[in-house]
């Protein structure tokens, strides 16, 4: 219990947060295991979990929950919103989990994805294949009802939170239907890419996790308007950054292959601008590629090259600058504590130049 007698400034740190944030979850996973001495079985999901969190991850969400809460009070995080920032991990465990599942990744944060790690530890039998991706699928169920059992504590300020809790997770897996329906057939309707964006990004990355710390410190109205201002569109930001980097980054860095989004044909803002601003023979090449399953580093080359003639990379990027710049603005003025909106700058800065 001693980690999480932080003092104010502790939730501000993001390396700090992150430990504290840690301990929370290899303690709670270690409770698990305690609690079912008949499933030795258990240890193979728990031992997962441990693997993803120690792959890394920036614990963005956790670290906005957090910071949510430093932007109305000065009073140090008590043990209950430690262990919401946790839940918020642990249900976004659940969301990569299956998230990789649905795109059939096979790598995530530089290591192989759950259901390809648990096909690899049944390697000796034939059905080795559809048995992890069916384990991987009870993981993910596993990890989002223990994102629920974390927030299994006393504390009456958690009780503001299960609406915009629930919200949170039915916004998410609305943004992943439509993400799902969208893929594989990329047309030049932006607004079907910029509400993907808003409901499985912006809203669950950003906004949620900050107002949800926020109102757990009792924030009024227009503090949790201020909040809104700032993560609508930094959330729209880091999306915008995710999908040019799931084109143009190093998988080096960023622990995803470059080629993914390229073959599932994924309906990004990216390229939707792309086909919008395209002549007639650049579109074909585009709707030609997209949606390959085949498609091989070459020929993904000639997309790349496609997208950025068009201009699409050039715009997005301005895209990215001016959600950023509109998020500083919501800080400027605002009623919320120094310290956080401190914090909140440097995060939105970040988050506008991240090449991982």
């Not at 957090?66 to 009070?73: M, S």
């Not at 080359?301 to 600058?321: N, P």
């Not at 504590?337 to 800065?349: N, V, W």
């Amino acid at each position: 219990m001693t980690a999480l007698a932080a003092s104010p400034a502790a939730p501000l740190d993001p390396d700090d947060m992150r430990r504290t944030v840690d301990a929370v979850l290899y303690a709670f996973l270690d409770e698990q295991e305690q609690a079912a001495p008949d499933l030795p079985e258990i240890a193979l999901f728990t031992g997962m979990l441990r693997t993803m969190l120690a792959a890394g991850g920036k614990r963005v969400r956790p670290f906005l929950c957090l910071t949510g809460w430093a932007a109305i009070t000065d009073q140090p995080p008590p043990p209950a919103v430690w262990r919401m920032a946790a839940s918020l991990e642990l249900f976004h465990a659940f969301a990569l989990i299956h998230d990789d599942i649905m795109d059939r990744s096979d790598t995530r944060r530089g290591r192989p994805t759950a259901h390809r790690a648990l096909a690899s530890h049944h390697a000796h039998r034939a059905d080795a294949d559809a048995l992890g991706v069916n384990t991987a699928i009870l993981l993910g169920d596993l990890a989002l009802g223990w994102s629920y059992e974390l927030l299994h504590v006393k504390d009456a300020r958690l009780r503001r939170t299960w609406g915009p809790l629930n919200a949170l997770r039915t916004e998410t897996l609305i943004g992943q239907y439509l993400d799902l329906t969208a893929t594989g057939d990329p047309t030049a309707d932006a607004d079907t890419a910029w509400r993907i964006i808003r409901y499985k990004t912006a809203k669950y990355t950003i906004e949620r996790p900050l107002c949800l710390g926020a109102v757990t410190a009792g924030a009024d109205p227009a503090r949790l308007r201020s909040l809104s201002a700032y993560a609508i569109p930094l959330g729209e930001a880091f999306q915008l950054r995710d999908d040019l980097l799931g084109v143009y980054g190093d998988p080096a860095r960023t622990g995803k292959s470059t080629l993914d989004d390229l073959r599932e044909g994924k309906h990004t803002v990216l390229v939707a601008t792309a086909l919008d601003r395209a002549t007639p023979a650049q579109r074909r090449t585009l709707t030609s590629l997209l949606g390959d399953p085949s498609l091989d580093q070459e020929t993904a080359d000639v997309l790349r090259a496609v997208l950025t003639a068009t201009g699409a990379a050039a715009a997005v990027e301005q895209m990215i600058t001016d959600r950023f710049h509109a998020a500083e603005r919501a800080l400027d003025g605002s009623a919320l504590r120094t310290h956080a909106t401190t914090a909140l700058r440097r995060l939105a800065a970040s988050t506008a130049t991240r090449a991982s």
